[in-house]
């Protein structure tokens, strides 16, 4: 599904707390990590941060990319499971929506790494959307911070009337 560019300034407005990029820390971070029952974090940068803090997601979103740029080194940490797909930038694929519902309506103890070939950015859109209740995702507003989203019902909604409106077939 590609973006309609008539409402895509709907996805740059951060979703959530945003966090500026000279007051991330552990400290503040953890904040909402001790809260969450699962981290989910997309990007890169999101998520050496937060592997760097010492929280390991249980879900990542990675394209071993950094503002469309090819990343030289990435953060290694342990994951049980790596799942690869496909994502053109600009757009959603369907198969990433429906892996996302799968994951996200799954109790699952390990720890997954989602790594996309093309863009993950509006991967967040659909975990938003479906995420259960008290998950916390963390992403990147570029050039800004870092983005906080605990998601509840009002959050799911937000995200599906948004995606309702940017997304066509």
Known sequence: ??????????????????????????????????RAHKIIT?????TNRLVGFGNIPDLSVIDNKEKRVIR???????????????????EIN???????ME????????????????????VALPLFMYSPDKWTVFYGQPNEGLVVVEVNEKVREKARLIFNKVFTQ
């Open 1 to 34: 599904m590609r973006i309609n560019l008539n409402y895509a300034d709907l996805l740059k407005a951060p979703f959530g707390i945003l966090i500026k990029e000279k007051e991330v820390d552990e400290i503040k971070i953890n904040q909402f990590v001790k």
């Open 42 to 46: 997309v990007g890169d940068t999101t």
């Open 72 to 90: 030289s080194k990435t953060t290694e940490f342990q994951v049980d499971k790596k799942i690869y797909c496909e994502n053109k930038p600009g």
């Open 94 to 100: 369907a198969d990433v929506i429906s892996l996302i």
């Open 103 to 122: 994951i996200t309506s799954a109790e699952f103890y390990n720890k997954i790494q989602i790594v996309v070939k093309g863009e993950e950015d509006l």
